[in-house]
């Protein structure tokens, strides 16, 4: 069973990051506890010249430090900070196996270190079995204000992407925004035009039928469908842009453990680059 607690991955970048002040604000919205967690990553404490001791100390200093943050926040008595030892991405997706979501911070990089070593917020989304919302640096509060937009497919079991999406904009008031991208790659002229018209008409028609089952279910949420071709990761991110988007949603096949370590390339693509907080949910 979930339990009502978001878990929120921190280190000693907090203040600069946004995850601890969008897994706080969520926890007010859903009046939920949370548990933030610094996790020591066990291969620092066998690097040569580096005392045990002394990473310990300064990991414990450091969640104290947020304990006290914490404490001081609306609704503090309820929020946690903890420690645990282990490899970071495993050991965060273990401990929020159970809750309601996870949250962790992406710190910016240049596009070939990123490929080089990936991050800990991918590999969290390639492990977890809960959602996952990823939060760039430098997130504030007050940063977006439109409505919250979700990326679907056609083919696709969209009732998760679709029910995380949905309990965000409840809580915020706003509008969900649907978009959908295809591209028609290496056609031209008149060929292009009529595939192109044909493929939107067969999109807005089937989302239209998306929106009113939907509608039934959740009548006081207002839908909005955005169509569009073009290259999909550039579509689904300009399509957020474009709306201010408070929250970008998409979904992630976790097909079998084996191939846990890849991702999809849209949504891949969209972790590296959204420039506001993405949440990505298990299908």
């Known amino acids: 069973m979930t339990k009502p607690v978001i878990h929120v991955g ?27 967690v610094h996790v020591i ?4 404490r066998t690097v040569a010249g580096v005392p045990p001791d002394l990473v310990d100390d300064q990991a414990t200093e450091l969640v104290n430090t947020v304990q006290g943050y914490l404490d001081g926040r609306p609704g503090g008595s309820d929020h946690e900070a903890e420690l645990m030892v282990g490899p970071p991405a495993r050991t965060l997706t273990e401990a929020a196996a ?27 989304v390639s492990r977890t079995t809960v959602p996952v919302v990823i939060v760039p640096d430098r997130w504030t509060p007050s940063g977006h204000a439109g409505p919250v937009v979700v ?6 079991d969209n009732a998760a992407v679709l029910e ?10 706003v509008p969900v925004r649907i978009v959908y991208v295809f ?7 008149w ?3 009529n595939l192109d018209d044909g493929m939107r008409e067969k999109a807005e028609r089937h989302f239209g039928d998306v929106v009113g089952e939907w509608q039934q279910k959740y009548p006081d949420v207002a839908f909005e469908v955005d169509v569009r071709r073009g290259h999909r990761v550039d579509g689904v991110l300009n399509g957020a842009a474009n709306a201010d988007a408070q929250l970008l949603v998409v979904g992630a096949h976790h097909h079998a453990r084996v191939a846990a370590a890849f991702l999809g390339t849209v949504t891949r693509g969209v972790l590296h680059h ?3 907080p993405l949440a990505v949910v298990p299908v």
Not at 21 to 28: C, F, K, M, T, V
Not at 164 to 173: G, H, L, M, Q
């Open 98 to 124: 159970e809750s309601r979501m996870l949250v962790v911070g992406r710190r910016g990089m240049g596009t070939f270190k990123r490929l080089l070593i990936g991050s800990t917020s991918e590999a969290v």
């Open 10 to 36: 921190f280190d000693d970048s907090w203040r600069d990051t946004g995850a601890l002040e969008w897994a706080l604000q969520e926890s007010l919205l859903r009046q939920e506890p949370l548990q933030a």
């Open 41 to 44: 990553d066990d291969r620092i």
């Open 164 to 173: 995380f999406a949905i309990t965000a904009v409840r809580e915020r008031k």
């Open 274 to 276: 959204a420039t506001c």
């Open 183 to 189: 591209d028609l790659p290496g056609l031209y002229g």
């Open 191 to 193: 060929q292009a035009v």
């Open 151 to 156: 990326a679907l497919d056609q083919g696709d």
